[in-house]
């Protein structure tokens, strides 16, 4: 079963963009109301995706992506998820024997940066960068299906 | 925008079977609680499809498949879709210019035995057979993810 294993933490400062690499802008909407299961389509540059995770909370979820044709991925962005869409930009950043995402969100979530490290087994060790904070892999309102809904700006 | 145009009815006898193939059995379940669209995981043989339908009445509606590996629809259908499935046998029958589709439901939804006619524009002319009989295109009740709750056996 494809699972995602991802621990995900805050960012206390800006030092790991000097090892970042370009930022990829992520432009992504979900299938409101779904329950066991959260529905994305996510569009970066030319490419269309569309993921399906399940809701189990924590660092381990059944993950399945499909690549779409964009401009598929586009119209059922615009037509039948829910808004707002969740803008971002992603840096990847190697950290020891991992490569680390960095999130910065837009939008109605700017200001918010998580970092995430995806490992192969959810007891994996990995280095842990003097930027990231603490662990929020746990917390819901991290979910990016969450962020629509409730998103960093209405969180203070 | 990829578009189904589909009318459907309600078939009188069996006399369809003379004109129709071998039937295919298909299992497909859906993520329930999705708003604008309804995303269904479909099993037919050694096939597996992801689909994606707007959820506006009618005869026409924005509609997105794409093909998944059977190990992963099965999956999805297992752990993430809502139970009961929708099982069905499919038939083709050809019928003047067109094949229609006869779907002999099982399960919860055996007796209901549904036909329809897949059109390139909504006023298209076709040749209506004999055994068709009420048109059932705006009834939401007949909607495959509709069925999954409200069984053709609970109708009674």
Redesign the interface.
């Known amino acids: 079963?494809?699972a995602e294993i991802e621990r995900k933490f805050l960012v206390r400062d800006d030092s790991w963009r000097q090892q970042a690499g370009p930022g990829n802008p992520y432009r992504q909407g979900y299938?409101?109301?779904?329950?066991?299961?959260s529905?994305r389509v996510r569009i970066s540059g030319d490419e269309g995706r569309?993921n399906?995770k399940?809701m189990t909370l924590g660092v381990e979820r059944?993950e399945?992506e499909?690549p779409?044709p964009v401009d598929?991925a586009r119209?059922?962005l615009d037509?039948?998820?829910?808004r707002p869409f969740v803008e971002k930009v992603r840096y990847e950043v190697p950290v020891g024997d991992h490569v680390w995402e960095v999130d910065v969100f837009e939008g109605d979530n700017a200001g918010l940066v998580v970092a995430e490290v995806e490992l192969n087994d959810p007891d994996e060790g990995f280095e842990m960068p003097a930027w990231a904070g603490e662990e929020v892999s746990h917390d819901p309102k991290y979910y990016n299906i969450n962020l629509v809904k409730h998103p960093y700006r209405a969180w203070k």
């Open positions: 079963m494809p299938f409101g109301g779904t329950r066991r299961a529905i569309l399906i399940s059944q399945y499909y779409v598929e119209e059922m037509t039948l998820c829910e």
